[in-house]
């Protein structure tokens, strides 16, 4: 038995034209809350938002004035992170693809560093900071193979991967820093993936930092931030028993793990365990179609709207917010001239009719920022709670 959601207005919701996400403020406020009062246990850790989670302005904003730091991967971000108010020198910027011009911009803006993942790369800041006149602060994403059961042997190859530097690179590409004159090595750059939920693994990247940073310590090389990235999961199955993740474990995770050396700071970026269980993405049931041997319950959001379903069998909980009859089973399917535009195969939820709302919860993040305007369908709005 799931645990019962009250939280929706549903006579607002019925006057809103569907499809669209819903966001309940309140919940994104205590979720901050949380977040921050658990970082705050230890003095030196600093938490950023992953803006490409959700770029909603209004929910940038609120992100904003609660705090935190903007990790963005984009130039793009970079505007709407500072247009909602984050301060620039909160700002990391990570990608594998940099553009010169976003490059620019985020040395005119001034931003805290640069994640760098590659050393064309690394030349190429320090070719444009040069140019400017300026120091880029660049910390390096490092491969940690998490997951790679063996002692680590930092000169072992690495298999390929688009992301970061491999172990065995980071010792040059930090000494190739050193001669170069417009950048400056602060850190390093972790980030193991995301929709992690067992701890282990974070446990696993603590270890690997250590490891790194002993290799580091015996070459005399200081390294003064340490980013781990994001990852932290959310409960996709029962979004009203946990809400807000559990932050103070997850933290407690990497103050325990990492062996850190005297004011040294520690960087997160967390994206979808802060904007996740906030949002959902309301849509109207146009039809019940009787099938072969099942019932497709034809809803008017589609994969445009929310593609997670679509690009990686991604399950998320629907529940029927206006009709409570016996469960029965459907394929919830959207509109979209693509068979891969199905948010549940054979799911129980409360009997269909058409004109019922059904929310497709745990839509916060990459939901939104993700939709496109494929078969000419106009872009879901986002709606604060407060604004219907
Ligand atoms: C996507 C991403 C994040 C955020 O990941 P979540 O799983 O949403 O927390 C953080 N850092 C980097 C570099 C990312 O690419």
Redesign the pocket.
């Known amino acids: 038995m799931k645990t019962m959601n009250t939280s929706f207005p549903i006579d607002k919701l019925r006057a809103t034209r569907t499809p669209f996400y819903f966001y309940d403020s309140g919940l994104l406020r205590r979720t901050l809350k949380e977040v921050s009062a658990a970082a705050a246990a230890y003095k030196d850790f600093i938490v ?1 938002y ?1 803006v ?2 959700n770029a909603n302005p209004k929910v940038l904003r609120i992100v904003s004035e609660a705090g935190l730091g903007a ?1 963005c ?1 984009s130039g793009g971000e970079i505007e709407a992170a500072l247009q909602s108010g984050f301060n620039p020198t909160s700002i990391v910027f ?2 594998v693809g940099k553009a010169d011009w976003e490059i620019n911009a985020a040395l005119d803006t001034g931003i805290f560093c640069f ?1 760098v993942e590659s050393v064309p790369e690394l030349e190429i800041i320090n070719q444009l900071a040069e140019a400017r006149g300026m120091t880029a602060s660049v910390c390096f ?1 490092i491969n940690p193979e998490v997951g790679a059961h063996t002692h680590a042997n930092i000169t072992t190859g690495l298999a390929e991967n688009k ?1 970061g530097i491999a172990m065995s690179d980071m010792v040059p590409i930090i000494e190739e820093t050193s001669r170069l004159k417009n950048v400056k090595f602060i850190g390093l ?1 972790f ?1 193991i ?4 939920l067992d701890m282990d693994d974070f446990r696993l990247l603590c270890l690997r930092i250590n490891e790194l940073q002993e290799a580091l310590s015996a070459r005399h090389i200081e390294v003064e931030n340490i980013n781990v ?5 959310i409960d996709y199955d029962d979004p009203d028993k946990n809400p807000i993740p559990n932050f103070k474990s997850y933290f407690k995770v990497f103050a325990e793990g990492l062996r850190l050396k005297p004011d040294q700071k520690v960087h997160f ?6 904007v ?1 269980q906030m949002g959902s993405l309301i849509t109207k049931v146009l039809y019940v179609k009787q099938g072969v041997n099942k019932q497709f319950c034809i809803v008017d959001a589609g994969m445009t709207d929310l593609i997670r379903p679509a690009l990686y069998h991604a399950h998320h909980y629907i529940e029927n917010l206006t009709g409570h009859g016996e469960p029965v089973a459907y394929d919830i399917v959207g509109p979209i001239c693509e068979s891969s535009d199905v948010f549940a195969k054979d799911t129980k939820i409360a009997q269909c009719k058409r004109g019922d709302l059904l929310a497709i919860r745990s839509a916060g ?2 939901g939104e920022i993700m939709a496109s305007q494929y078969n000419c369908r106009p872009l879901p709005k986002g709606l604060l709670s407060q604004e219907l």
């Open positions: 950023h992953a490409k989670a990790d991967v990570a990608g994640n994403r992301f750059h980030h993936g995301s929709q992690i990235g994001g990852g932290l999961g970026e967390l994206g979808r365990s802060i996740g993040a990459y």
